[in-house]
């Protein structure tokens, strides 16, 4: 099947600095990509859409200058986290859909675990 | 706003129990269906799906059906294994217009041997 990377899979920063992860779907293309954060014991809470040539689609709530998402390429998202605070601590998965219509499948990276100290 | 509501867990069972874990949703139209799986330190895998009334979703001798009339999409296996424990997510989505995929609040199945 499909498969989708993220990178790094777990990462520490203090806070106030910023952290980039990255996605990566390994053997299709995908023109859109979905960002997720999950709280322990939780669901998973998409935050935004990332969109390969044109700006991200945020959810309500979900702040977009401190989340910032860039599609660069047809196999490449990234989510920076700016200026990280402890609250920001969280585990953050990607997903990718393959290719349009009725039986259309997303994957999903692994996720990164995200704390700030 | 479309929803979906899963059995609260956690639930424990023991080795060879039968299993359900109950799905139900809120949807204006008529979305495909989607059992998701986190095993302990993996990321979400694809369980089984079903894309429209009465399709019965399987896999790893799981199994759902896309029930219309009751709005349900319960998980069902017949004999489970200790190494089936993990957190089930229910999930819908739309085959047309934006793919964004609406997510139960999981359940954590423990199975002991």
């Known amino acids: 099947g499909a498969v989708v990377s993220q990178h790094p899979s777990r990462v520490i920063c203090k806070s106030g600095t910023s952290v980039k992860i990255e996605c990566r779907s390994l053997?299709?293309?995908?023109?859109?990509m979905f960002w997720y954060r999950q709280f322990p014991k939780q669901s998973l809470m998409l935050m935004a859409t990332?969109?390969?040539?044109?700006?991200?689609?945020?959810e309500q709530g979900v702040e977009k200058d401190k989340f910032l998402i860039n599609h660069a390429s047809l196999t490449l998202s990234t989510l920076t986290v700016t200026s990280a605070h402890p609250e920001d601590s969280s585990f953050y998965i990607c997903?990718?859909?393959?290719?349009?219509?009725?039986?259309?499948?997303?994957?999903f990276g692994p996720g990164t675990r995200l704390t700030v100290l | 706003g479309d929803s979906v509501t899963q059995m609260e867990g956690p639930v424990t069972l023991s080795e060879e129990a039968f299993l359900t874990i109950n799905c139900t949703y809120t949807?204006?139209?008529?979305?495909?269906l989607f059992w998701y799986v986190q095993y302990p330190g993996e990321g979400l895998q694809l369980l089984l799906k079903?894309?429209?009334?009465?399709d019965k979703g399987s896999n790893k001798g799981f199994e759902a059906t896309y029930r219309k009339e009751t709005t349900s999409f319960h998980l069902e296996k017949g004999s489970v294994q200790v190494s089936d424990s993990a957190v089930y997510f229910c999930?819908?989505?739309?085959?047309?217009?934006?793919?964004?995929?609406?997510f139960g609040q999981g359940t954590r199945l423990t199975i002991n041997p």
């Open positions: 997903s990718a859909p393959t290719s349009g219509g009725a039986a259309d499948t997303q994957y």
């Open positions: 053997d299709f293309q995908a023109t859109t």
């Open positions: 990332s969109n390969e040539g044109s700006k991200a689609t945020y």
């Open positions: 949807a204006t139209g008529y979305p495909s």
């Open positions: 079903a894309t429209k009334a009465d």
């Open positions: 999930a819908l989505k739309y085959i047309q217009g934006a793919q964004k995929l609406v």
